[in-house]
């Protein structure tokens, strides 16, 4: 399962880096609001991989 998590966390962070990057090109050169829900929209993809990640580290078993 730990192959999985990290493989769909692979996934949203190059889609994070693609929306980031969109959204600011968007908010330079387009149109402002446009730019700016891109750009929450991003935000909200990378707390989603942070809360994976958490979640990915709280059930692995103390190694001692």
């Known amino acids: 399962m730990g192959e999985i998590i990290k493989k769909i966390r692979m ?9 980031a990057i969109s959204g600011m090109v968007l ?8 730019g700016k829900v891109v750009i929450i929209a991003a935000i909200i993809l990378k707390f989603a991989e ?11 078993p103390n190694e001692q």
Not at 50 to 58: E, G, T, Y
């Open 11 to 19: 996934v949203m962070n190059i889609l994070f880096i693609i929306a």
């Open 50 to 60: 942070s809360a994976l990640r958490m979640m990915n580290v709280f059930n692995k």
């Open 27 to 34: 908010w330079y050169y387009g149109e402002h609001e446009i």
